[in-house]
């Protein structure tokens, strides 16, 4: 008897439970039901909140066009560098002057960085609708050109500096040296005067930097340069213009799709998202130095391709090591196709690893005839030649013959190596870094110095890896004010503090360890695009790239969700905190969780409560972060909503709405701008 008093109790909690399941299916539906009829009002609300990006798109558009014109008005003398006259005038300009001093040459090429800068900026804010492909292409050869002339023109004064290194003899060693530096770059030059074996090597005192020479070359008529240029001229330009992958473009078009709810799908954002990078082309140099572009046969990557011309000319011109590349925009299948033609571990992926703390040139150079003092005349052999560099090692040598040459660089203070860096020179045949050719690596953590042998004179950069802060451990956004805010995010290695308000943003702390570093670059009020420059250059790097997924274990998420959810965090920002939750992990692709709290005054505590979003449907979660197991039970009487701005509406206070409401929309497109950037919500 008891079997069947089993048996019928079984199935009491059998027809229990279907019940209880019928009941919730019930429940769920009327929700659905009652989401789907206030669909069409709650988008059009949001709708019109999401006008304030379009206000945002239209001020920085009136803003450029206002800066052309103060730009004229101000009649600085200084070029408009995205007219062609303007510019190609100040070069040509600077072509024709014969002031070689290398004082000169730093100041006015500070000039030239502001102008290179100001091309970048352009080429990374200008929305696509507002570019023509022409001016992007002469924005690119502009910024090529300046480089160039602005390397030449150290090369110039270098020369010229040579002539009479007897002027600057060293009491001490009779050779000559100078270190002469500003705040782009440090310009260190020995000459080898006596020739004395026991003096091959040096140390320049004020920078710190040094090499110790080969026999050979201490018996020589050489003169060592070590030029350190706290910019980056030699990298393929791609990666110095690299914009934020984009995931989907509001245009207003888009924004009215919104409410017919007819969404771009994914696949398609992500295709635009991968489409981003483009790739450099080889590029061969005319005897005069001139440039003319010749690409790459389209997929391969053999340095036969290049021109017979450009190796003669780099034998004469290695000591130019000009940076000689042009963009290529190439589709996603012939870049894949380019990349896994690189089969040689020794050239740098520059999707992997990124240049951190500009570049050092290192020449051995030749010197010229010096000037001999006779009574009042001082007479110098003239021999026009220019800059020319001193062959080593000789063309005649036998690998096992010559010796290599050991170099010390002193790191700069201006950025953070996380990791011992990597070590790599440039290749001008290839376009690429490599990293053979360089041993014995020792790195100084403490005295911030390294120390390595080389095989021959190269331009050398110190590489790090683009992606060691990412995933991020934690992030957290909170208003501080009425259109202010401030975004932590918190890696393995530093916890990063961004503060922003109005239209601009500053970097407020970058702490190590409990310890502030980079003093430098805090505090100082910028554009989202510009603070994003200045991070990565001094190798902190929080902004995913349109490739970034192949190298960190992501958290994969559909673009419709990741992005209407920055939107929508975006547009609130002004009075609601938003937090990383550990569930969003558990949540799969489709769906994004975050904790969330009303948020009115700078120091109340938050109550976080968790919420879902998938682009299209926005609930509140029952668990907590210190649940058990993720799961996606509505919390007590709520509801779902279309939005999330709805969503957080049932909640919220009247105050917090109206603050969301009167929320400057510039502020709103910064928060926007941000979020895309970091990308928290895939990359955490």
């Known amino acids: 008897q008891s079997s069947e008093e089993a048996q019928f109790q079984a199935q009491q909690e059998e027809a229990a439970r279907l019940e209880k399941e019928r009941i919730e299916q019930e429940q769920m539906e009327k929700l659905e039901a009652k989401d789907q009829e206030r669909r069409e009002s709650e988008l059009a609300e949001l709708h019109s909140l999401e006008q304030k990006f379009l206000s945002a798109q239209q001020w920085k558009t009136d803003y450029r066009a206002y800066g052309k014109w103060e730009h004229y008005l101000s009649c600085d003398g200084s070029p408009d560098p995205t007219v062609l006259q303007e510019i190609n005038t100040f070069m040509s300009l600077w072509r024709d002057d014969q002031n070689e001093d290398v004082q000169l040459v730093m100041?006015?090429?500070?000039?030239?960085?502001?102008?290179?800068?100001?091309?970048?900026?352009?080429?990374?804010d200008t929305p696509p609708s507002e570019i023509t492909e022409k001016e992007t292409v002469q924005y690119q050869e502009s910024i090529l050109e300046l480089q160039n002339l602005l390397h030449q023109k150290y090369n110039g004064a270098t020369e010229h500096l040579l002539k009479t290194a007897n002027m600057y003899e060293d009491s001490e060693t009779g050779n000559m040296q100078a270190v002469i530096k500003d705040k782009n770059v440090t310009f260190c030059i020995w000459a080898n005067l006596k020739k004395k074996v026991r003096l091959k090597n040096h140390m320049f005192c004020d920078a710190q930097h040094g090499f110790d020479l080969p026999k050979s070359l201490a018996m020589s008529s050489v003169a060592v340069r070590i030029l350190h240029t706290y910019y980056d001229h030699v990298s393929p330009l791609w990666l110095q213009c690299q914009s934020v992958p984009r995931l989907e473009v509001l245009d207003s078009k888009e924004l009215t799709q919104h409410?017919?709810?007819?969404?771009?799908?994914?696949?398609?954002?992500?295709?635009?998202?991968?489409?981003?990078?483009?790739?450099p082309t080889g590029e061969e140099m005319c005897s005069d130095g001139r440039k003319s572009a010749v690409s790459f046969k389209e997929n391969s990557n053999s340095i036969a391709d290049i021109n017979e011309t450009e190796e003669e000319i780099e034998k004469k011109s290695e000591i130019l090591d000009i940076p000689s590349q042009v963009q290529h925009p190439l589709t996603q299948e012939e870049m894949n196709e380019k990349e896994e033609a690189i089969t040689d571990e020794n050239i740098v992926d520059l999707q992997q690893f990124v240049p951190v703390g500009g570049v050092y040139h290192i020449d051995a150079l030749q010197l010229p005839p010096q000037v001999k003092q006779i009574k009042d005349w001082s007479m110098v052999e003239v021999l026009d030649v220019g800059l020319q560099a001193y062959p080593y090692p000789p063309e005649e040598a036998e690998d096992a013959t010559y010796s290599p040459i050991q170099i010390t660089l002193r790191l700069s203070d201006n950025v953070m190596y996380f990791e011992d860096p990597v070590i790599a020179r440039w290749d001008p045949a290839g376009q690429q870094w490599r990293t053979d050719g360089i041993s014995n690596i020792t790195y100084e953590r403490q005295a911030q110095s390294i120390t390595f042998e080389m095989r021959a004179f190269y331009t050398i950069a110190l590489l790090q890896d683009a992606h060691l802060n990412m995933p991020y451990q934690a992030w957290e956004l909170q208003p501080t004010g009425t259109d202010e805010a401030l975004l932590i995010v918190t890696t393995v290695f530093a916890t990063i503090q961004i503060q922003i308000k109005g239209n601009q943003c500053m970097l407020s702390s970058v702490a190590v360890e409990e310890k502030d570093v980079l003093s430098y670059v805090t505090g100082k009020w910028l554009s989202p695009v510009d603070l994003r420059a200045v991070l990565k250059k001094a190798g902190v790097n929080i902004f995913p790239g349109a490739y970034s997924h192949k190298y960190v274990s992501v958290n994969k998420k559909a673009p419709i969700a990741e992005v209407r959810a920055y939107q929508q965090m975006a547009l609130v920002a002004s009075a609601f905190a938003f937090?990383?939750?550990?569930?969003?992990?558990?949540?799969?692709?489709?769906?994004?969780?975050?904790?969330?709290?009303?948020?009115?005054?700078?120091?109340?505590?938050?109550?976080?409560?968790?919420?879902m979003f998938n682009g299209q449907k926005a609930q509140k979660l029952k668990i907590t972060e210190t649940s058990e197991a993720f799961s996606e039970e509505l919390e007590e009487d709520s509801e779902f909503h279309s939005t999330l701005y709805h969503m957080l509406k049932d909640f919220a206070s009247k105050e917090a709405i109206d603050k969301v409401e009167t929320a400057n929309f510039l502020f709103i497109d910064v928060v926007y701008q941000l979020l895309l950037a970091t990308r928290v919500l895939t990359y955490s």
């Open 107 to 124: 100041e006015k090429g500070e000039q030239v960085l502001n102008l290179i800068e100001k091309l970048q900026f352009l080429l990374l």
């Open 259 to 279: 409410s017919k709810d007819n969404v771009e799908e994914p696949e398609e954002e992500e295709k635009k998202a991968r489409e981003e990078p483009s790739m």
């Open 579 to 611: 937090a990383w939750s550990k569930w969003n992990l558990e949540a799969g692709q489709e769906q994004v969780v975050f904790k969330v709290s009303e948020h009115l005054k700078a120091d109340s505590v938050k109550d976080w409560s968790l919420y």
